[in-house]
């Protein structure tokens, strides 16, 4: 059934009363606590492509969000995240900023520049650092800074931030964590001088103190200074809370206005951002920084949903919230929030498909729940000439983003789905421990359908004959895909179960498991399989604690030995590709799949030969040797076939069909093309 589900209360009024109290910075007034956060969008490179990035930021001013923050400019060359990316030094690269804070101020907004030099995670042969140390994460081996150097280092910031200043910004964010420059000069891990800039604790955070203290002399007192903070490194060999400290209280009397959390080294191992991380699971430490210093904290990682936002501002952890990728998932986030209506939030679900995957893959970002985003110019719906009536088949993602997208146009929509529920393969993903957030899509689309008048018809067969009889102005197929049979002898023993069967808790599942494909599917359900109930990644203890994250902050790095909780099944991974699996899972999230795994005692086994099902388990040959493996069960996700049977029959019938998502290329099944795809025929019907 079709419930009009909600995320919080939806009545008007001040429903998140700690939200949408203003901050006064002394010299301006903030109208609300939601920072949205530097996120990087690849629009940022070349000057050319500043028109699209200032409607981006003018969409989100529009939407309300009391202070923005750029993605990261280069002070300088050696500064570079990547060969040419963006930087400002000069004038002329002043100038072509004013676009982008002209539409942001035209808009009621705020904006700060974000000054990010890389140091050793720079991609490119003239990177710099503290000591030439190379970082597991690039190729190139960084050239130690000499003193001189240093100081050339600390002026470029001071001249980014001013002509930062000429170019309109309300301030600039100087990025201290994550594992940058500034990190790097913090940390013995990746600072052994020993001259000024390294040796003693105090001498480690001379870089940062005296960038800010020259940065607020030379910009005046009437210009936001945030500075990013690294509250807890999660590597090795890096600074001591006590250290952390004593800069924040230095960083405080250089004159900065804010101070937000940064958490975690891009090198470290232990996840931050990914979906499976608690809600706000790093709030706490910002809180223990609270009592240390005056000026306004804001806390971030994982806090996507306004009653999230709310309890943490409750709670006092911290003054303001830092969301990033929730307002690539809607730009109008803070406006529903205010207007009562956060049941209509789209939600970003931390999957990172389309955001950093994108951008480690040198393309613009964007979100797999909004396509629209970095595409502001681009993916615009085409005006309305005539109301048509369209049938929209399946109720996935797909035909969920088509239907709604169409409706909101002003066409009207038929969407007939032959189950029960709307969601289609996210109604599997959000069973998974460590996917819950995949429940919010199915709340927004479901109040999104109501809103926008959507005739849904659940638990309806749309036969080809009905459909034909209708005679819609075009049907649009999303009927999905059907999982692919493997063709193994023996398949058909009663220990053989498909995934849709197993995740879904049709089956009872024995104690020892092979799993025959190792895809996203295949990981899903290794999870689905080793996580003991309910799932440590609602439960930020359990979930510290089987990380190893010291939340006594008694460890530098505030690393903890992972107190791992035992798998309840032993459990078989398999592919017949050689190889580790898990290669082709995406590349900021993939490792924490594997880790996790690999955690949980996961046999993951690549080169592998499937022979026979049979009584005695599944016969398989791996590197020429042949092995039963003993096992109860076996769980069969070897991918996907198109589901095109019905549009096959309507195209043959003379009908005119749109096929789209998973019945258009199963290959690779996957909610990012299936939305945009969605989309992108929606706004032009
Ligand atoms: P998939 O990624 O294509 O993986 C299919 C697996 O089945 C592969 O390991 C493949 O490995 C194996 N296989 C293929 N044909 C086979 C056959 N005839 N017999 C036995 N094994 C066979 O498909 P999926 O796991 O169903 O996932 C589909 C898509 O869902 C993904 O591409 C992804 O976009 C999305 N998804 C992603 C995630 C995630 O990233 N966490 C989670 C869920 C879903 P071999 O050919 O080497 O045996
Ligand atoms: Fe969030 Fe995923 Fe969209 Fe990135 S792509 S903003 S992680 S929903």
Redesign the pocket.
């Known amino acids: 059934m079709l419930a009009r589900m909600t995320s919080s209360d939806p009545r008007p009024g001040n429903t998140y009363p700690h939200l949408f109290t203003p901050l006064d910075l002394g010299f301006c007034t903030l109208p609300n606590r939601v920072l949205m956060g530097s996120m990087h969008t690849g629009l940022e490179d070349r000057a050319r492509d500043f028109g699209k990035l200032a409607e981006y930021f003018a969409v989100r001013a529009r939407g309300g969000v009391g202070l923005m923050v750029t993605g990261g400019f280069s002070p300088n060359v050696a500064g570079w995240l990547k060969p040419f990316s963006s930087r400002l030094s000069s004038h002329w690269q002043a100038a072509k900023h004013r676009r982008i804070t002209e539409a942001v101020h035209a808009a009621g907004g705020r904006i700060c520049l974000q000054i990010l030099h890389a140091g050793r995670y720079g991609y490119h042969p003239f990177s710099v650092a503290p000591s030439a140390i190379k970082s597991p994460i690039t190729p190139f081996t960084p050239r130690a800074l000499s003193g001189r150097g240093v100081e050339r280092t600390i002026r470029d910031f001071v001249r980014c931030a001013t002509r930062a200043r000429d170019a309109g910004y309300d301030g600039v964010e100087i990025m201290g964590s994550e594992g940058y420059l500034i990190n790097q000069f913090l940390a013995e891990r990746s600072n052994r001088r020993n001259d000024r800039w390294g040796g003693s604790a105090e001498s480690r955070m001379r870089l940062p103190v005296q960038i800010v203290q020259r940065t607020r002399e030379a910009v005046g007192r009437d210009f936001i200074i945030i500075y990013r903070l690294s509250m807890l490194d999660l590597v090795d060999r890096a600074q001591a809370w006590d250290e952390i400290v004593a800069l924040a209280k230095h960083v405080e009397a250089a004159g900065a206005t804010l101070i937000n959390t940064g958490i975690g080294w891009h090198e470290a191992r232990i996840p931050t951002i990914v979906?499976s991380v608690p809600r706000a699971a790093f709030a706490w430490v910002t809180r223990r920084m609270k009592q240390h210093v005056r000026i306004p904290l804001i806390t971030t990682n994982r806090i996507?949903m306004p009653e999230v936002a709310e309890s943490v501002l409750a709670r006092g952890d911290a003054d303001m919230v830092s969301m990033a990728?929730?307002f690539?998932?809607d730009p109008d986030w803070v406006a529903k929030a205010r207007g009562g209506r956060a049941a209509l939030i789209n939600?970003?679900?931390?999957?990172?498909?389309?955001?950093?995957d994108h951008v480690f893959e040198n393309k613009r970002?964007?979100?797999?729940?909004?396509p629209r985003?970095c595409y502001e110019t681009e993916l615009v719906d085409t005006p309305l000439v005539a109301k048509k009536h369209f049938a929209v088949i399946g109720a996935g993602p797909a035909g969920l983003a088509c239907a709604t997208t169409l409706a909101q146009r002003g066409h009207r929509v038929t969407l007939y789905e032959k189950s029960s529920e709307i969601g289609g393969q996210f109604n599997l993903a959000r069973r998974i421990p460590g996917k819950e957030e995949f429940n919010e899509p199915l709340r927004y689309w479901g109040n999104l359908l109501a809103e926008t008048g959507v005739d849904v018809r659940l638990g309806t067969h749309a036969a080809a004959a009905m459909l034909r009889a209708q005679n819609y102005d075009a049907t649009i197929v999303a009927t999905g895909v059907t999982p692919r049979d493997p063709r193994i002898p023996g398949q058909g023993h009663p220990m053989v179960i498909g995934y849709r069967d197993a995740v879904m808790g049709i089956r009872p599942i024995g104690r020892r498991v092979a799993i025959i494909g190792a895809g996203g599917i295949g990981f899903d359900v290794a999870e689905f399989l080793t996580q003991p109930a309910p799932s440590p990644t609602t439960d930020i203890a359990r979930w510290t604690r089987e990380w190893g994250v010291d939340t006594s902050l008694a460890q530098r790095g505030g690393l903890d030995k992972p107190q791992v909780e035992e798998s309840p099944r032993e459990v078989w991974l398999l592919q017949r590709t050689a190889g580790r699996p898990g290669k082709r899972l995406n590349k900021t999230t993939g490792w924490v799949h594997r880790a996790a795994l690999k955690a949980k005692g996961v046999h993951m086994l690549g080169g592998v030969t499937y022979r026979e099902i049979d009584d005695a388990g599944l016969h398989v040959t791996i590197d020429g040797e042949a092995r039963t493996l003993a096992v109860d069960n076996v769980i069969i996700c070897a991918g996907q076939e198109s589901n095109r049977a019905l549009a096959d029959e309507l195209i043959a019938a003379g009908v005119t069909v749109h096929v789209i998502g998973g019945a258009d290329v199963a290959a690779e099944l996957d909610a990012?093309r299936a939305i945009r795809q969605a989309t992108q025929l929606a706004t032009g019907l």
Do not use: G
């Not at 939600?347 to 950093?356: D, M, S, T, V, Y």
């Not at 970002?365 to 909004?370: D, T, V, W």
């Open positions: 979906t996507n990728r929730p690539l998932a939600p970003c679900i931390a999957c990172n498909q389309a955001c950093l970002a964007s979100c797999l729940m909004n985003a990012k």
